[in-house]
């Protein structure tokens, strides 16, 4: 049997206290277990939708960043070809 450690603030999210094994293995799990892991899959959820967030705003960012960095690369660009010291 596995356990897993849980603060006791969240053990009645997870496990009802009144139920014993026997009332589990009675018929009782199928809704003990669809309420575990729809929890579990709630809390995943949200651990993924800020990760989607951070990762839409670090796009964003790299994005600005890459732009203005081809900006400044075709700006040097049209310096060097305009100016009177061409290089090439």
Do not use: C
């Not at 009645?12 to 809704?31: C, E, Q, R, T, Y």
């Not at 839409?56 to 070809?81: C, F, H, I, K």
């Amino acid at each position: 049997m596995y356990s897993f450690l849980y603060d006791e603030s969240e053990t009645w999210k997870v496990w009802p206290n009144d139920m014993s094994l026997s009332a589990f293995n009675a018929g009782s799990s199928n809704i003990v277990i669809s309420q575990i892991v729809h929890q579990l899959l709630d809390g995943i959820r949200e651990q993924m939708s800020e990760l989607q967030e951070t990762m839409g705003n670090d796009m964003l960012q790299l994005t600005s960043n890459m732009n203005e960095l081809l900006a400044a690369a075709e700006n040097y660009r049209t310096d060097v070809e305009i100016n009177e010291v061409f290089v090439r």
